[in-house]
């Protein structure tokens, strides 16, 4: 493997050598570890969503009528003081 070296301002080098040995490991790997590896993270928004698409089906009807539960007459409530009705 080729080597590279970084320039770090003194201090920078002096947290990083120090927060590397209570980890106990290197600073290279400790940089390593912190670098994200996830490929997902570099695909671009659009890309990530694309299996997404279509799986919700909103053509359906909506039930005409709802389970009512403590809950979720919890939360009507504070959207009706909101002006926020139930269809």
Not at 75 to 85: E, P, Y
Request: contains cysteine.
């Amino acid at each position: 493997m080729r080597e590279h070296f970084i320039s770090l301002p003194e201090d920078v080098y002096c947290h990083l050598l120090a927060v590397a040995e209570t980890e106990g490991v290197t600073p290279a790997d400790w940089i390593a570890a912190h670098l994200s590896s996830d490929v997902d993270q570099q695909k671009p928004l659009a890309a990530l969503l694309s299996d997404l698409v279509g799986s919700i089906n909103s053509q359906t009807e909506t039930p005409s009528s709802y389970e009512k539960t403590v809950f979720g007459e919890a939360i009507a409530s504070k959207l009706a003081k909101q002006g926020i009705r139930r269809p």
